[in-house]
């Protein structure tokens, strides 16, 4: 299973912005679909953006849509979760994981159809 590291994280003000970054310690993005899930204290994770590795589709959950952007660096091997103009509600741990890509055209993206995640990154955004 691919390792996964999340860094980026930290406090920012009301209409600030973070970039967050997902790299692979051990194994390969190839053919994986790559998310990134959000969990506030006493919540469910919650979908964010997803990046197709092979093709670069991508999926954005509500709260995304607008605000935040999600890119993937073949060269580096890492995808990035660009957030804008931030707001109190985003303050959660943010998480990237991974699931194979079966090639479907609308692909599954709760988080329990994820496989591998990281070890969370904390944002924190101040009013």
């Known amino acids: 299973q691919v390792q996964l590291v999340e860094t980026g994280g930290g406090l920012v003000q009301t209409g600030g912005s973070l970039r967050l970054s997902c790299g692979a310690s051990?194994?390969?993005?190839?053919?994986?679909?790559v998310g990134w899930f959000r969990q506030a204290p006493g919540k469910e994770h919650e979908f964010v953006a997803a990046?197709?590795?092979?093709?670069?589709?991508?999926y954005y959950g509500d709260s995304a849509k607008g605000r935040f952007i999600i890119s993937r660096d073949v060269t580096e091997l890492t995808v990035y979760l660009h957030m804008n103009n931030l707001l109190p509600e985003d303050t959660a741990n943010y998480y990237c994981?991974?699931?194979?890509?079966?090639?479907?055209?609308?692909?599954?993206?709760?988080?329990?159809?994820?496989?591998?995640w990281g070890q969370g990154t904390q944002v924190t955004v101040s009013s």
């Open positions: 051990r194994g390969t993005f190839n053919s994986n679909i």
């Open positions: 994981a991974t699931k194979s890509d079966y090639g479907f055209a609308v692909p599954a993206l709760t988080a329990a159809d994820f496989t591998s």
């Open positions: 990046v197709r590795w092979n093709g670069g589709n991508t």
